[in-house]
C-alpha cells in the first residue's frame, strides 16, 4: 500500500501564490504517474496535473493555463504544485493522488483546503 499526506493548503488573497506538497510512503516504488485534482463546493472533482516518473507533465490547460507548475521529487517521494497567480475560482480541496502500472489513480491522500480570498 502507498500512503499519499498533502502538506501547505491555507488562505491566500486572489494574485497571490500557494504551493501545496504530498508526501508518499510505504510502497512507492509501485508508484508511476502522480497528480493533482480539485474539488470546490457543490462541484465534480477535476483533475489538475500530472507527471510520470521520468517528468513529463501533463495539465488541465482550460483550469490552470499557465499558473500552476507540478513537480516531483523522486528520491524524496514528494509532489509539489506551485500555484500562482490564484483565482477564487482555484478554492478547492486539493488531492494528491498516484497510480500503480495500470494507469488508474489507486492512491489518494486526505485533501487540504486551498482558499482564495477576492
Known amino acids: 500500500q502507498v500512503q499519499l499526506v498533502e502538506s501547505g493548503g491555507g488562505l491566500v488573497q486572489a494574485g497571490g501564490s500557494l504551493n501545496v506538497s504530498c508526501a508518499a510512503s510505504?510502497?512507492?516504488?509501485?508508484?508511476?504517474?502522480m497528480g493533482w485534482f480539485r474539488q470546490a463546493p457543490g462541484k465534480e472533482r477535476e483533475f489538475v496535473g500530472s507527471?510520470?516518473?521520468?517528468?513529463?507533465?501533463?495539465y488541465n490547460a482550460d483550469a490552470v493555463k499557465g499558473r500552476f507548475t507540478i513537480s516531483r521529487d523522486n528520491a524524496k517521494n514528494t509532489l509539489h504544485l506551485q500555484m500562482n497567480s490564484l483565482k477564487p475560482e482555484d478554492t478547492a480541496v486539493y488531492y494528491c493522488?498516484?497510480?500503480?502500472?495500470?494507469?488508474?489513480?489507486?492512491?489518494w491522500g486526505q485533501g487540504t483546503q486551498v482558499t482564495v480570498s477576492s
Open positions: 507527471i510520470t516518473r521520468s517528468g513529463s507533465r501533463g
Open positions: 493522488a498516484a497510480t500503480t502500472d495500470t494507469g488508474v489513480y489507486k492512491y
Open positions: 510505504g510502497r512507492t516504488f509501485s508508484i508511476f504517474t
